[in-house]
């Protein structure tokens, strides 16, 4: 299995933040508003991951204190990893795009309160994507002394 690439990532981002540009320049004024809710969920989230990836690095470190960690265990975490960082990608991408039409309506109530919950739910999604990418790097299996690259 490959690392994710963040370059694929921030593809995703501009990619679904242009598109949800262009859906809600359109469809604005009959979309509901936009919750709250998705900073705080995406932030646990975010930092599940990260205290996930600090324990699994010091279980395949095997540190004092540890139990070894099952092989399985880590191809689960490592998979977990790569559909947060994807997911985290199309989330941002889509408060990205809300942000930006509404940073030009700041001027009204209504679309000032919906730039601060989608702008604050991107960077939690940015966090999540941190997150993912971390835990996915925590997940690597270290190479033992003497081992190259390329031998089985």
């Known amino acids: 299995m490959k690392p994710v690439k963040p370059w694929h990532l921030v593809g995703v981002v501009v990619i679904v933040a242009l598109l ?3 859906l809600v320049r359109q469809f604005y004024s009959s979309l509901p508003l936009v919750p709250w809710t998705a ?30 960690v099952e092989p399985l265990a880590v191809v689960r975490l490592t998979a977990l990893a790569k559909a947060s960082a994807y997911g985290g990608a199309l989330i941002a991408g889509v408060f990205a795009g809300f942000a930006l039409h509404t940073v030009q309506l700041l001027s009204q109530d209504t679309p000032r309160g919906e730039f601060f919950v989608t702008a604050g739910s991107f960077v939690a999604s940015v966090l999540l994507i941190c997150a993912a990418l971390y835990l996915e790097h925590c997940c690597k299996v270290p190479k033992q002394p003497g081992e190259e690259r390329g031998q089985a």
């Open 20 to 22: 949800t540009l262009i």
């Open 39 to 68: 900073i705080p969920t995406l932030l646990l989230l975010a930092i599940g991951e990260a205290i996930t990836g600090n324990s699994t690095k010091a279980r395949i470190e095997r540190r004092p204190d540890t139990k070894p």
